[in-house]
């Protein structure tokens, strides 16, 4: 894959902390969070591959994901990691294969197991890509084209943060035709770590009270691989769970964050 990742980094001094977004998601999605930590934390947002203003790749990868971001710690400054969704996959696939450069782990809102949210997000890159970007001005006219097919204003919104505009044009800076080829490995999770050596690091498994995208199967999977997982369930949250609460979810991140190991 050898894909170039786009970083911003916020906060001079203290203990390393990394996010990986999710599926149409950036590194800047969580600005205010690491704003919020940058008092006490080096904090590094990162565009994961076919993502924001990183490098697109041939095809979707979880472990060449996971070994992409590995390549920006190293054991002498182990990272906290905090992944969501797909990041969440990346940051478990990471914490697996390269457990000496993790201190600890977040996970927010996924599981290490396949999901069943593909139609969801096929509706969502088929609604993208049917837009007709020639006769898009403005943002305005980006969000009424949207409307129809995406009418939750939030998603709409986190949608289209994907579009750019280029002089008199607009883009999708997502790779929105691997993303779509290439969605049931994005809904499901590698083989070669379903019986992985298990990360004996402090994970802290983050759940949408109104999500269902950690069901109790999932449960024993993830004490499996993660024997010092401890789970919170947030009141309010969906699936996006730092957007839906983002000042319980700042809480309780930095909470484990400061907690001892």
Not at 2 to 22: K, L, M, S, W
Not at 35 to 48: H, I, N
Not at 51 to 73: C, E, F, K, N, P
Request: proline share 5%; charged share 20%; aromatic share 8%.
């Amino acid at each position: 894959m050898n894909a170039e990742i786009h970083t911003a980094d916020y906060g001079t001094e203290g203990p390393r902390v990394v996010f990986c977004h999710g599926l149409f998601g950036q590194g800047r999605n969580w600005t205010h969070i690491a704003r919020s930590l940058a008092d006490a934390y080096r904090v590094t947002l990162l565009d994961l591959p076919n993502h924001g203003r990183s490098a697109w790749t041939d095809r979707i990868d979880y472990l060449q994901m996971a070994d992409a971001v590995a390549a920006l710690a190293s054991e002498d400054d182990p990272i906290a990691l905090v992944g969501h969704s797909l990041g969440g996959k990346v940051a478990m696939a990471l914490a697996l294969r390269h457990p000496d450069v993790v201190a600890k782990l977040c996970v927010v809102d996924i599981a290490p197991a396949a999901h069943s949210s593909g139609s969801e997000f096929r509706r969502y890159i088929d609604a993208m890509q049917q837009m007709d970007l020639a006769t898009i001005h403005n943002r305005q006219d980006a969000e009424d084209a949207l409307t129809e097919a995406v009418p939750d204003a939030s998603v709409r919104a986190f949608l289209l943060q994907n579009l750019r505009r280029d002089g008199a044009s607009w883009r999708w800076q997502a790779n929105l035709d691997l993303l779509g080829r290439d969605l049931e490995t994005i809904a499901g999770w590698p083989a070669a770590l379903r019986d992985a050596e298990p990360y004996r690091g402090p994970v802290l498994w983050l759940a949408g009270a109104n999500s269902d995208y950690i069901t109790e199967d999932d449960a024993p999977v993830m004490r499996k691989l993660f024997p010092r997982v401890h789970k919170i369930s947030i009141k309010g949250a969906g699936h996006w769970v730092h957007a839906d609460q983002p000042e319980i979810f700042l809480n309780v991140v930095r909470g484990f964050l400061a907690a001892s190991q």
